[in-house]
């Protein structure tokens, strides 16, 4: 068996690997499989080298078991060491990866629990993240097209839909960021990072309290000044990353001139003016997007990011708009038409 192992890590530290040979008793699947020992085997076989400021860790490892088994890659996570944040991360994704199950949602093939290694092993998934290929494209790269954007926010937004109205108790993910979603070789859509994830309010409650976690930028505000979650702030983190998706600009980018750092605060005004939503269009798409469809999907980010949480759409009502904005059946139009429509 070949494994090819691509591991993204918070510490740059580098594993032993005598520390993960003796860690094969506490090495676990999370569903049953045909290669029982594949997991422990991966644990095993893993080596590391450190990955520059980013810390990101890729290693390699290469696994003869008789050439029965076909090659195999898969994604390695190594949580923080110390502190207890990673090891309530490491439970939380762990607990939620093993009870639920969506096209849209990382697939957890194990973890490995040994001292205070804390280790999540999940399909490797082909294209990176949507940061990877909407915020952080090299030059060379082919930016992704409009239906392909709309694809993506489709699918992302079924995974939150699974989680709010599907399981049970529902799950407020909390931490939907470009990064946090993943995208297979076809670029499917799967939610990952699930060590923030909350169960949602049972009973009477509407709301749960919580400490504020998640990341600037994509908070919804209530949630940032009353830490009271619902299933509406992650609506309102899906209209953030919705609109990174459009413009292709960054929820915070402090590269940009101050009125433009923030990217809901800059496009706000853009959307009481049917007028200047071409203006919120990612110049990599060269104008090639339906202008109707443009439209639409503005209205839809704006409605998901008003201020007032109860006024946000649900996220199933979402899905509805999105499925019908992912179908390519308007013309793709160019710009002149663009600023003839308008
Ligand atoms: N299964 C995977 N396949 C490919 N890349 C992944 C996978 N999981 C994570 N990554 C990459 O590593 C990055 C960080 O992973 P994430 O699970 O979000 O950890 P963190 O806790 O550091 O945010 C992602 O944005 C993505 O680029
Ligand atoms: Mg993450």
Same mark, same amino acid.
């Given at each position: 068996m070949r494994i090819? /192992?691509?591991?993204?890590?918070?510490r740059t530290d580098t594993m032993r690997k005598s520390s993960l040979k003796t860690s094969k008793s506490s090495v676990h699947e999370t569903k049953p499989s045909k290669n029982a020992d594949a997991l422990s085997t991966i644990a095993? /076989?893993? /080596?590391?080298?450190?990955g520059g400021t980013k810390q990101r860790i890729m290693a390699e490892d290469v696994l003869r078991n008789g050439g029965r088994v076909p090659a195999e890659v898969v994604a390695v996570k190594q949580l923080d060491r110390n502190g207890v944040q990673g090891n309530r991360e490491f439970l939380a994704e762990v607990l939620t990866l093993s009870l639920v199950h969506h096209t849209n949602l990382v697939n957890l093939i194990g973890y490995c629990a040994d001292g205070r290694q804390r280790i999540l092993v999940?399909?490797?998934?082909? !294209?990176?993240?949507?940061?990877?290929q909407l915020l952080d494209l090299p030059l060379n790269k082919k930016p992704l097209d409009w239906y392909t954007r709309m694809q993506i926010a489709k699918g992302a937004a079924q995974g939150l839909e699974y989680l709010h109205d599907t399981a049970n108790p529902p799950i407020i993910f909390r931490d939907f960021k470009a990064s946090n979603i993943l995208l297979d070789e076809n670029f499917n859509p799967k939610l990952s990072d699930f060590g923030l994830a909350k169960l949602g309010p049972t009973g009477e409650q509407d709301h749960v309290s919580t400490r504020v976690m998640g990341t600037y930028g994509y908070c919804a505000p209530e949630y940032a000044k009353t830490g009271k979650l619902t299933t509406k702030s992650d609506v309102y983190s899906f209209g953030v990353v919705f609109l990174e998706i459009i413009t292709g600009r960054r929820a915070i980018d402090s590269t940009k001139p101050?009125?433009?750092? !923030?990217?809901?605060?800059?496009?706000?005004?853009?959307?009481? !003016?049917?007028?200047?939503?071409?203006?919120?269009?990612?110049?990599l798409l060269?104008?090639?997007?339906?202008?109707?469809?443009?439209?639409?999907?503005?209205?839809?980010?704006?409605?998901?990011?008003?201020?007032e949480a109860s006024t946000r759409p649900l996220i199933g009502d979402v899905v509805t708009a999105l499925e019908y904005l992912a179908m390519a059946t308007d013309e793709v139009t160019s710009e002149a038409d663009t600023a003839q429509d308008d």
């Open positions: 090819l /192992s691509c591991c993204r890590m918070k095993r /076989s893993i /080596s590391m080298n450190t999940y399909d490797y998934m082909q !294209n990176g993240s949507l940061e990877d101050p009125e433009e750092e !923030n990217l809901v605060d800059w496009a706000t005004p853009l959307f009481k !003016n049917r007028r200047k939503f071409t203006l919120l269009a990612d110049p060269e104008g090639k997007y339906p202008v109707k469809g443009l439209f639409q999907a503005v209205a839809v980010a704006a409605m998901c990011l008003q201020e």
